[in-house]
């Protein structure tokens, strides 16, 4: 069985459909995009990385305009902005993402299916095998050189400024709806208007979305089929 999951949520997606139930208790193996054992390095290996990436001559802040600064003191609190701006741009731009969906949307990592569902595959004894190796899971994170980065952060900042915030909002809120109607076809236009819209503001996105989108789901596929 493929089971596509949201990485967030809230309590209001539990219990889990019976039909997915069912599937998860006959399945003899669980896999994800991270593996068990990997998860068990997940902790010093993002250490690791987040050590590499302190900048010691470049402030994200030193680029962004005031209002872009707004925007994530809003969301994350200008002591944290002031913290993760030390650091590659990927960083900010990683805990921009969680800062709106936990602290504007209201969702949690904690009750994101694919977390649900892995820590109840390790309860029973089951093995997660993992789709990526971790290594493939953490150079995601840091996708690009720091001119990259930086021009995506600021793309991901400018589509929360003003009235843009409330429109991710309802696109984000639209996706979770389809995603609980099963309406896959609904996903696939909506996913690939926001894939288009970002490429058409930032062109350098496009490899970057290729192969996140496309290449590797088709490493994913190639490995369930084995």
Request: proline content about 2%; hydrophobic content about 35%; charged content about 30%.
């Amino acid at each position: 069985y493929v089971l596509g999951t949201i990485h967030v949520g809230t309590e209001d997606l539990y219990p889990l459909d019976s039909k997915v139930m069912e599937a998860f208790t006959n399945a003899d193996r669980l896999a994800a995009e991270i593996g068990s054992e990997d998860l068990k390095k997940l902790g010093p290996e993002c250490l690791k990385i987040l050590l590499k990436s302190h900048t010691k001559n470049k402030n994200c802040k030193d680029f962004l305009t005031q209002e872009q600064l707004e925007v994530l003191n809003k969301i994350l609190g200008e002591k944290a902005v002031n913290a993760y701006s030390r650091y590659e741009p990927w960083f900010m731009q990683m805990n921009l993402e969680n800062g709106i969906l936990l602290n504007i949307i209201g969702r949690k990592e904690e009750y994101g299916i694919d977390l649900y569902l892995e820590n109840l595959a390790i309860e029973s004894g089951r093995k997660v095998i993992g789709l990526d190796t971790l290594e493939t899971g953490l150079n995601l994170l840091r996708y690009g050189d720091y001119e990259f980065q930086k021009n995506y952060l600021i793309m991901q900042i400018d589509s929360l400024a003003g009235e843009n915030e409330e429109i991710w909002v309802e696109e984000f809120c639209k996706m979770e709806k389809m995603y609980m109607e099963d309406d896959t076809e609904g996903m696939a236009q909506l996913l690939d208007s926001s894939r288009k819209e970002e490429c058409s503001i930032f062109p350098q996105s496009a490899e970057y979305n290729e192969f996140v989108m496309e290449k590797r789901n088709e490493n994913w596929a190639a490995q369930i089929k084995t």
